[in-house]
């Protein structure tokens, strides 16, 4: 079954560090997203990616960084993590060939808690 | 831009009672519209999706219909079990655009 992987389902961070968040597919995947999730607001879409090494902003990127190295993997870095970081992170992953009828497939969070 | 507008929960339902739950989007072009599942604790799922207008997407009961005329999207069920309850978002993505644009969600719980 195709997957996608975040490296840590629950995560508690102090004010200031940095913090990395993996996510990992096994589909071949050319796009990647990190959206965080809050309540009352939906999903916000931070930053994605559509080829190594390459990365666009999101809707709210301001915080947070991306790396993607390798087609398989995307890591959303949060530089000097802040209380109001405290939410769902999702990762999900897209192949462009499908086009606008593809959707996305998603990985099953990582609940970071910025103390 | 895109942008999809659904109802606000949360819902509240009893089993087998029937569930409509409201999406309307704005878009340019002829979007492809999804339903994606939020079980407790778990990542989002795709649930059903239609890719143009009059599709009829359907998945363990429920349905959507893409009707391009009121710009809608409705999520429906005829009879809801306690293992639906969760959060429903609606969805959509338009043209060559690679992103989703999600509604805030609307939460299920169906009781006993």
């Known amino acids: 079954d195709v997957k996608v992987t975040q490296s840590s389902r629950y995560l508690v961070k102090r004010t200031g560090e940095k913090v990395f968040l993996e996510c990992v597919q096994d589909?071949?995947?050319?796009?990647m997203f990190w959206y965080r999730q809050d309540p009352g607001l939906g999903l916000r879409l931070i930053y994605f990616?559509?080829?190594?090494?390459?990365?666009e902003k999101g809707d709210i990127p301001e915080g947070y960084s991306v790396s993607r190295e390798k087609k398989e993997r995307f890591s959303l870095i949060l530089e000097s993590a802040s209380t109001n970081q405290t939410s769902m992170y999702l990762c999900a992953s897209s192949a462009p060939t499908t086009g606008p009828a593809g959707g996305y497939t998603f990985g099953s969070g990582t609940r970071l808690t910025v103390v | 831009g895109n942008s999809v507008t659904q109802m606000e929960g949360p819902v509240t339902l009893s089993e087998e009672a029937f569930l409509t739950i409201n999406c309307t989007y704005t878009?340019?072009?002829?979007?492809?519209l999804f339903w994606y599942v939020q079980y407790p604790g778990e990542g989002l799922q795709l649930l059903l999706k239609?890719?143009?207008?009059?599709d009829k997407g359907s998945n363990k009961g429920f349905e959507a219909t893409y009707r391009k005329e009121t710009t809608s999207f409705h999520l429906e069920k005829g009879s809801v079990q306690v293992s639906d309850s969760a959060v429903y978002f609606c969805a959509l993505r338009g043209g060559s655009n690679y992103k989703l644009t999600f509604g805030k969600g609307t939460l299920l719980t169906v009781n006993p």
């Open positions: 239609a890719t143009k207008a009059d």
């Open positions: 878009a340019t072009g002829y979007p492809s």
């Open positions: 589909m071949d995947h050319e796009n």
């Open positions: 990616s559509y080829d190594v090494k390459m990365k």
